[in-house]
């Protein structure tokens, strides 16, 4: 069993910059992905970068060059560093790591991020 604690989010005003944490607990394999999603009012929950064990990373087309993730293997933990917010970027964000050859899937409860005009 895998539990994820996001921290980091908060509000901030457009321009400006947060820095989401996320620590696993339980044990993470390294073929876990691991990642950022979002879900902004009254929509779908979206990608917002996952990256791989050995480094590989994918971004959502709408935060390429804004958003950057990094991973630490040995402490279990994925951050996501977020540069140029806009209101658009109005969201809860959630930790996710998950394995589907290993049928594994977990979430964390969430952290909210809101970016004032």
């Known amino acids: 069993q895998v539990q994820l604690a996001e921290s980091g989010g908060g509000l901030v005003q457009a321009g400006g910059s947060l820095r989401l944490s996320c620590a696993a607990s339980?044990?993470?394999?390294?073929?876990?992905?691991m990642g950022w999603y979002r879900q902004a009012p009254g929509k779908q929950r979206e990608l917002v970068a996952t990256?791989?064990?050995?480094?590989?990373?994918n971004y959502a087309d709408s935060v390429k060059g804004r958003f950057s993730i990094s991973r630490d293997n040995a402490k279990n933990t994925v951050d996501l560093q977020m540069n140029s917010l806009n209101p658009e970027d109005t969201a809860v964000y959630y930790c996710?790591?998950?394995?589907?050859?290993?049928?594994?899937?977990?979430w964390g409860q969430g952290t909210q991020v809101t970016v004032s005009s």
């Open positions: 996710r790591t998950y394995a589907p050859q290993l049928l594994r899937d977990y």
């Open positions: 990256i791989t064990s050995d480094g590989r990373i």
């Open positions: 339980g044990t993470i394999y390294s073929i876990d992905v």
